[in-house]
């Protein structure tokens, strides 16, 4: 991490600053007359391989911050709910051991772990995305070449014949319907009406070592039993990942195609489908010593999947859930494996999470579809050092600036409405290019009945050090009759709802003093950039000047 700090600086002096505009100065405009559409919570969804966290000191707490951070209800999704074993979480690995097969062949279901791990979601107040995997060991069908059951981090994982196909497919569906059963019995046919089925994990790649059509008898086995103890449970899938390669494409072309055309292997009868799902994500890089994300490729992966969706006229208004969501694909691989991960402790990464957000709207509106989640894949790990740079919103139960756009985004409800900004990078340019060249300087805003919010970001794909944007924001729009507004002004940058520098600035403490981490703990809290204040309206007008980092991310939430 030193080496790449190093690095980074040299190459800033070297070089010079980010590429920026000719002028710092922004102007950026809303206007709450103009709705553009609902604002959809699309980021109340987050998810982790390690479903055994769930139950853990830390996953405890982050659990009820989670809940906290929204007024809607937040959704948990997590690897591993079928998988065998001891119920220890190791990286990219959980276990429930729900599922073993007796001396005579006939199955044994034990709910004990899984009941642990379901109990703290109901205690936490979140809902589960109950994703159905991965296959227990004693219906795991044979794979030549695949030997072991669990294959350990960090080697490859999925290699392992937890992700091989069931051996027999009616006792897979049975163990479905045992599982939803036990649900419905614990937790109350209401609550579980609420959750959402997905089967299996990408299942285009290495995790499932069969063929698509055999993903495919699968899928309409798992929501025959889904379906068999509660008819009206939310089933979907395929959870492929994102459809920028042409097999991906494919896979979820075609899955759509099965649950359209064809008839269930399990039944005879039409297939259900209630919702759509895939991963896409982004890829950063490191580049002459700094790291430069990845934003365009999680962009034309969400595009290139809302556009199949939207092939089917059946199909186009079902919910899209982005299952993971993110600026690359693993989670466990930290920044000493891959130092481009070093995005992931500073505002760097809310700043990219505030940009994608307004994006995937954005694409959402061109292909009309009904996007419902943009599901993000970080929680945290157990006994990890601090800031060691997995994908997490905290680490040892101190919250990371990340975490801090989605509590931005808590505040946003009602109507989106029409913005523009003159630093704005245009949605087909940073599909094509990133952004790459000028950064992006652009705004999300909602108006509810009584306020309204707005969150603003410098966005840059490098992390370089660069001039602050000077942003004059003017509000329209607000209702007659309105003589003054309360302003709130929260802020992500380098100083401000920042952890990660407050344990730099101590030293970089591995055995933080308990007055150092209850200062780390406030650090990570969303920090207010000023105090209140009250605005005066003219004309249904206000403006609003600040200096806005680069990487940086504003919230202003007016009421009235």
């Not at 190459?11 to 505009?21: D, I, N, R, S």
């Not at 802020?491 to 007055?515: A, C, L």
Request: hydrophobic share 35%; net charge negative.
């Amino acid at each position: 991490m030193r080496k790449l700090a190093i690095t980074l600086i040299c190459t800033a002096l070297m070089q010079g600053v980010a590429q920026t505009p000719a002028s710092n100065s922004v102007s950026i405009q809303v206007d709450l007359a103009k709705p553009q559409g609902p604002f959809k919570p699309i980021y109340s969804w987050f998810g982790y391989d390690e479903s055994n966290y769930t139950t853990m000191k830390y996953g405890k707490q982050l659990l009820r911050e989670l809940h906290d951070l929204s007024p809607v209800p937040v959704y948990i999704r997590a690897h591993h709910l079928l998988t065998s074993g001891n119920g220890e979480p190791e990286l990219k690995w959980s276990s429930s051991n729900i599922f073993k097969v007796d001396a005579n062949g006939k199955p044994v279901y034990d709910f004990t772990i899984t009941d642990q791990t379901f109990d703290e979601f109901q205690k936490a107040g979140v809902r589960p995305m109950v994703e159905l995997g991965f296959m227990p060991k004693d219906l795991a069908a044979t794979v030549p070449g695949v030997d072991a059951y669990q294959v350990h981090y960090p080697a490859n994982t999925t290699s392992g014949a937890s992700n091989n196909p069931p051996k027999d497919y009616a006792m897979w569906g049975e163990l479905v319907r045992r599982y939803t059963e036990h649900l419905v019995e614990r937790y109350g046919k209401a609550e579980i009406s609420t959750w959402y089925f997905e089967v299996w994990n990408e299942p285009d790649i290495s995790y499932w070592h069969g063929t698509q059509s055999e993903y495919f008898k699968l899928y309409d086995y798992a929501v025959d039993g889904v379906r068999a103890a509660l008819p009206n449970a939310i089933v979907g899938g395929p959870a492929t990942t994102g459809p920028t390669s042409e097999k991906a494409a494919g896979f979820l072309d075609n899955f759509l195609k099965h649950c359209l055309n064809d008839k269930s292997a399990a039944n005879g009868k039409p297939i259900p489908l209630d919702f759509i799902s895939f991963h896409p994500k982004g890829r950063p890089t490191v580049v002459d010593g700094h790291v430069r994300m990845g934003l365009s490729n999680e962009l034309k992966a969400s595009d290139a999947g809302f556009r199949i969706v939207a092939k089917y006229p059946t199909y186009i208004h079902l919910p899209v859930i982005l299952s993971e969501a993110d600026p690359e694909g693993c989670a466990a691989c930290s920044m000493k494996v891959n130092p481009a991960n070093a995005y992931r402790n500073g505002p760097l990464y809310a700043t990219y999470t505030a940009a994608a957000i307004k994006a995937l709207f954005d694409l959402q509106d061109k292909s009309n579809v009904n996007l419902l989640a943009m599901l993000s894949w970080s929680f945290e790990f157990e006994g990890k050092e601090y800031f060691e740079g997995f994908r997490t919103l905290a680490t040892n139960g101190v919250d990371k600036p990340v975490l801090s756009v989605f509590r931005m985004a808590g505040m946003m409800s009602g109507e989106r409405v029409l913005t523009s900004s003159t630093g704005q990078v245009p949605l087909d340019d940073i599909l094509t290019m990133g952004v790459t060249h000028a950064p992006d300087v652009d705004a999300l805003a909602t108006k509810a009945e009584h306020g309204a919010s707005v969150m603003l970001w410098n966005y840059h794909d490098d992390d370089l050090p660069a001039p602050a944007a000077e942003v004059q924001m003017t509000v329209t729009g607000i209702p007659p009759g309105v003589k003054k507004v309360l302003l709130e002004h929260y802020r992500i940058d380098g100083t401000h709802s920042n952890s990660y520098s407050v344990w730099k600035s101590m030293g970089s403490p591995q055995t933080p003093t308990p007055e150092q981490y209850a200062q780390l703990k406030e650090a990570g809290q969303l920090e207010l950039l000023n105090s209140p204040q009250w605005l005066e309206v003219s004309a249904g007008k206000v403006t609003i000047s600040t200096d806005l980092p680069r990487q940086a991310t504003s919230m202003m939430r007016f009421t009235w």
